[in-house]
């Protein structure tokens, strides 16, 4: 739980340490608090040829009150932001201003008009000047449009190669600057608020490499709702919410106004109560993996409704195969897979989970690139995967998102008891050399369960730091 | 190229050393050798429920004169092995037998009838009896159908968990042993062998972790070859072919019988000139990135076309977008993408690419992750991506296959300048524990352009050993 090289290179002696022994430090990353303000500072802007999306962006950063510069590139973007009445100015390079240039919070670029390999030298011209600008922990974020969805194939590979771009740029700027990649389909541009707040705030804090898509699924636009409490009114039930991540996830959607109802198994029952009691919450005990459970958890919500449904309890019991028994096989399969599909199914058959509801799972990057000793559990986790690409056109229906959050490294009571130079290992492989925190998931499951976010579904979103292990 | 501590854990000495310093001990990869047999030894057959691919699959062991034993859960497979006139008898696990049980080469389970994640465990039952009986390099083998194809959730979600398994499986394996998962499109039965064939062969030596689907284009029905020399009267072109990878994929082609026009910058003139005089091929001295060039090679092709085309020159210019100069930008992605596309469209144009023809090309590791101080590199292998995504229904029409190879760590004069530290991390962190061969890209690369791997099209295949490193 307790990152104690992160803790000691960022003390005053060990930041003298670590440099005169050229040892990697950590950045403390800033993460989102409720007495800090969540959008402050300057965001600078940049643009490819024929960019789409700006006139969406300027929308956010009129909302989110954040100033903005544009780079030489974006001359679109000051007549734009003058027309949405923002403050806005142009970017300079250090180099050319001495090095009085104002330092940035984030560096946003519209690659959507890019229809050829060529322009991609738009990106570099943003990038290679306004880099070294951006602030510790501060934000990158490209967007473009979904390059199957392209006339030519000149475009969709233009479009595709950013992908290459954004995480070379994540493992670039190091600093704990995450860089993330949304491609908006046509027609989707009303609906990117919720996702561009996340990926800004310092909610997504161990959010980076990810490519998002935000797609046009016929959904319910989404209600009135206060962007501070955009979950109020609702229900949300979170399994596996005693401790942990479950936990963690049950703090932050009842910091969103939802009412959470945590379900854990029985033998957790004190401390998902306390868990409870801490968030005015209401706590459900039930062995996820016994065969009435689904029916029982229908009957006990089926009076109010539910809103949103975080399916993250899970059960680990490593052991390779040729050494691991039937019966550690099938308890893993059950309760971490084959439980969310009885449980889902029980729900819906009910209409317990409400039109324009949400659907998030647990899934992890065993579940990715597979692990040694996780045969049961990354089959598990896989199958998490294909659970929400699958239910994702079905559920659509009734206008409800189903998507997936694989957790990289977090620190945890569980990786707390891995050995150290395991940990260490964990730790260290991925952009911001460090582990998550719980905290981090759960902002991401929270911006999942928004009600802006109906455009996003059927997808998985790595919390992992950007991880270089994957498949 | 020289693998020194690969060469010394595999000494005498060395084995012994390692065995009490309990260092890693990567195994001497089985690699494809013409005065070796392909295909010898004995292949353990499982199944889950309903399998549909044992028929199939006992043609491809019929024609490669494997011998096959059957698992308990496979009771199909003997009397179908049967009728299709193969010796066959039953698996016995090791500890049942007290270690009589001989060791197998091949693994090969087929979960095709799968349709629930319940089911999952007639895995479970294959792998934990046989795995131990599997030799040093062999091949494990897990046979599905695509699951955005299956008509339910439960069966999608069930055979998209197929992933975790394989992946788990090639993690821990170890000893050289490659773990694959090929999706079969119903009605693609037919189409199997040639992509059975070399995930069985020695020649996949590097290939694990990878998931290949095979569909049911309307190709034209492969002609008659002779699987020794499949590409026997065909044309091959290769770029960068002058040295390294692009050299090993010119000599595996014309081994397999193609005719080889290898291009090379006019700089690499006299090596590509041996190159070429090796294989009896023909030696054409291009710059790829030239404007004419495209036109140049259309013509210098013209009269008698090609039925192979691969993509394999590129050139690095590591470093920091911050660093970077432009030129440098546009020269990497003018080279690995933009002169592909150019080249592509002129062969396309004027017919020169004869229809039933292949394209491969070579992406990159850092095209799907990212790379520091490769931006540019990877913008242009992510976008090579795109470009095989894209092309593949456009070029169905002609019943062209176009696909890509991802190599991971491959010891070439490139990695040999590395240092030292990266060196040894890029050859260890993979299921091999040790750094690929161009001859294992090269492989690949053949069976992409093999007439028999006409349902292979769109795909991206890493050939990195399962290398950690991912998106």
Redo the contacts between chains.
């Keep these: 739980m307790n990152d104690s090289y992160l803790n000691f290179v960022n003390s005053p002696l060990g930041a003298r340490l670590a440099r005169s022994l050229g040892l990697p430090k950590p950045e403390v990353l800033r993460r989102y608090r409720a007495d800090a303000p969540e959008f402050d500072g300057i965001v600078a802007v940049g643009a490819g040829p024929s960019p789409q999306l700006l006139d969406a962006f300027a929308d956010v950063v009129a909302h989110t009150g954040m100033t903005s510069v544009a780079h030489s590139g974006a001359g679109l973007w000051v007549p734009l932001a003058n027309r949405h009445g923002l403050m806005t100015g142009r970017f300079e390079p250090a180099e050319r201003t001495g090095g009085s240039q104002a330092r940035v919070r984030a560096l946003v670029f519209d690659a959507s008009g890019i229809d ?3 322009q ?2 738009s ?3 943003f ?2 000047d306004a ?2 600008s951006l602030d510790a922990c501060g934000r990158i974020v490209v967007l473009g449009r979904p ?2 969805s ?1 006339a ?3 475009a ?17 700027a190091r600093r704990g600057i995450a860089a993330n990649l949304i491609y908006v389909a046509q027609g989707a541009e009303a609906g990117i608020e919720a996702t561009l707040r996340f990926f800004l705030s310092p909610r997504s804090a161990y959010v980076s ?1 990810q490519v998002v898509r935000i797609g046009t699924a016929p959904f319910t636009p989404a209600p009135d709702f206060d962007w501070t409490r955009p979950l109020a009114g609702q229900r949300a039930v979170v399994t596996g919410a005693a401790r942990g991540i479950g936990a963690a996830i049950a703090n932050v959607l009842a910091a969103h106004g939802a009412h959470v109802i945590g379900i854990d198994i029985p033998s957790a029952g004190d401390a998902l109560d306390t868990t409870m009691r801490q968030i005015g919450g209401t706590a459900l005990a039930f062995d996820i993996g016994a065969p009435d459970t689904p029916a029982q958890i229908a009957a006990a919500l089926d009076e109010l409704g539910v809103d949103v449904f975080v399916h993250n309890a899970g059960i680990t019991k490593d052991k ?3 050494k ?1 028994s ?1 019966a550690a ?2 308890d893993v ?2 309760i971490n ?2 439980a969310q ?1 009885r449980i889902d199914d029980a729900l819906l058959e009910a209409g317990t989970l409400r039109n324009g509801g949400r659907i998030v799972s647990v899934s992890s990057i ?18 998490v ?3 929400v ?3 994702a056109p ?1 559920l659509a229906q009734r206008h409800i998102t189903i998507n997936a959050v694989a957790p990289g490294f977090i620190e945890t009571q569980m990786t707390a008891k891995m050995p150290l130079a395991l940990r260490e290992a964990g730790r260290r492989m991925n952009s911001m050399s460090q582990g998550g925190q719980p905290a981090d998931v759960a902002q991401t499951v929270a911006w999942l369960a928004h009600p802006g976010s109906a455009g996003v579904t059927g997808q998985l979103v790595r919390v992992c730091g950007q991880s ?4």
Excluded: C
Aim: aromatic share 8%; charged share 20%; proline share 3%.
């Design positions: 050829a390999s060529a991609l030298d990106l570099y011209r990038f290679h880099l070294r390059p199957e392209r030519t194939p000149l969709w590979t233009a479009q595709r190669a950013l992908e290459g771009v954004t995480r070379s740029l994540g493992k670039e490499g390779t195969i040729a691991m039937e096989w099938r399969i059950d897979l084959s599909e065993s579940g990715i690139a597979g692990n040694v000793g996780q045969t049961h559990y990354a089959a598990s986790k896989a199958g995967i294909g659970r690409q699958s239910m079905f270089l292990i994957g498949a």
